[in-house]
């Protein structure tokens, strides 16, 4: 394999990510702790700057580089912006909640970053290798943001069911790729899809590989059965890091599959079809159910995710370029919302106190009513109420199931849609209809002010105008 410029065009943005990343490690041994907010500056600094190589790069042809091992393709670059996007939006809510607890070290920022790197790989990967290389790098780095406040026991107990069953969905990922590369003697998606157009069901070897793979997947989303991981780390993680693991990776979880079950093995979609459909059910029928007996919101919005995640199978196993647009409009729009609504919780909380009931949403609108109206636009939007953007993401996966008539399949995905809109409107009854519990007002920055403004107006207005960004997934599969 011979390295070039021209390869390392396509490269640009996880460069610049790994160059911000090393660049925060090492000024950090340097500053002073009054300085240690310049780790912040840079951190968003270097998400820009891959941000706009990103998008000099976009709308060219697709580029094989590394030996084929990496893709840049339309759907890469679409994905790899709004993996920067939503991370920086992470990274600026994280700041005030971290100084308050004398948390904002170099560290934090280092594993953000090599996290953000380890989804651009994965976006981009173009073999079995690739993308084991980019989860394992994004795992790793979630696995110690998890246990970042030393001194928080939930937190380190969280990061060791986090680490014990992480590892045990990597093993089970690896072992069906292991399976596939036994039955068709490559790593690389052509080859492999290639090999399974001609081999198919006959191949057992095979048959077995996708079945670990499917579990795999449903393991990195969460999905039932596979969920049990989700809700103890969403409530004993520290909230910056739970913001993090929750919105971005949906993103980069989303491209997995697609790489995985798309591009590699697109020929067996009747065999994986049906493991996603009793995948998707589950984990909609128990996330919604449970969401509802929660008082912690951080519990809610963990079984909240693993409903989200049902909805987004739904455009997967409809295996038409339509189903697969939906879906990633879904991955999208799904990571803003999260972004949004666990920078609400940060901003509700102060140095000594963390807002994870649902009662300190009480009141929320006499406190301040501009977060109240934010936070209610991003409860309506994950209810799929009309017309935030949540509706329309549902409304698209809906669409392309009914056309590849599992109408049934659609029935249900609506009936546990309104069962869950029942703990979404319980937010938005405590923020306007309670009486606050505590008076203190929300002393935020004005630039997390700001950018949680442009993310909620964004759910909404791109709800209002939804042609602009589904355009864009469209192009991708089309």
């Known amino acids: 394999m011979q390295l070039d410029a021209a390869q390392l065009l396509s490269i640009l943005p996880e460069i610049a990510v790994l ?121 790793l780095c979630l696995y110690a943001l998890v246990a970042f406040d030393r001194d928080s026991k ?82 004993g993680a520290p909230t910056p890091v739970v913001l993090l693991l929750g919105s971005a990776p949906k993103i980069a979880a989303f491209a997995l599959a697609i790489r995985l079950l798309v591009d590699g093995l697109g020929g067996m979609h009747p065999d994986w079809q049906g493991m996603l459909v009793i995948l998707a059910v589950l984990s909609m029928g128990l996330g919604n159910l449970l969401a509802i007996a929660q008082a912690n919101i951080k519990r809610m919005l963990a079984y909240s995710t693993i409903s ?36 609400i919780l940060i901003i509700l909380s102060r140095e000594g106190f963390d807002a994870e009931s649902l009662d300190d949403l009480r009141g929320l609108n006499d406190r301040d009513p501009w977060y109240a109206a934010l936070m209610a636009i991003l409860m309506f939007s994950m209810a799929g109420v009309p017309p935030t953007v949540g509706f329309m993401a549902k409304l698209l996966v809906l669409q392309a199931v009914v056309r590849v008539d599992l109408v049934w399949l659609a029935v249900v995905a609506v009936a546990f849609s309104i069962i869950g809109a029942f703990y979404y409107l319980r937010v938005v009854k405590l923020i306007y209809f309670e009486k606050p519990t505590n008076q203190a007002p929300l002393l935020a920055s004005g630039g997390v002010r700001v950018a949680m403004t442009v993310n909620g107006l964004a759910v909404l207005l791109l709800g209002i105008f939804p042609a602009g960004l589904l355009g864009l997934c469209q192009t991708a599969f089309g």
């Not at 994905?79 to 934090?108: M, N, Q």
């Open 154 to 235: 939930p937190g380190s107990e969280a990061a060791m069911k986090y680490f014990v069953l992480g590892a045990l969905g990597s093993g089970m990922l690896l072992y069906g790729v292991s399976m596939i590369y036994g039955a068709t003697g490559s790593i690389e998606l052509a080859t492999v899809a290639k090999a399974v157009a001609e081999q198919g069901v006959e191949n057992r070897i095979l048959v077995f590989g996708i079945v670990f793979l499917v579990i795999g997947i449903g393991f990195k989303f969460g999905a039932v059965p596979f969920h049990m991981w989700v809700p103890d780390i969403y409530e």
């Open 308 to 343: 989200h995640v049902g909805f987004l199978f739904l455009g997967l196993l409809a295996g038409t370029s339509e189903g697969y647009a939906a879906a990633m409009f879904y991955a999208i729009v799904y990571a803003l919302m999260a972004a949004g609504a666990f920078g």
């Open 19 to 139: 160059i911000t990343a090393c660049l925060v490690l090492v000024v950090d041994l340097y500053l002073k702790e009054r300085n240690k907010g310049i780790n912040h500056g840079l951190t968003l600094v270097g998400l820009v700057v891959a941000m706009a190589l990103t998008g000099l790069g976009a709308g060219g042809e697709r580029v094989l580089a590394l030996g084929g091992n990496v893709v840049r393709d339309h759907l890469s670059d679409v994905l790899k912006v709004f993996v920067l996007i939503v991370s920086f939006l992470a990274f600026v809510y994280a700041r005030p909640w971290l100084k308050d607890r004398g948390l904002l070290t170099g560290e934090y920022y280092v594993l953000g970053l090599f996290a953000v790197l380890g989804m651009l790989v994965m976006i981009a990967a173009n073999s079995f290798l690739t993308l084991y290389l980019g989860l394992e790098l994004l795992a």
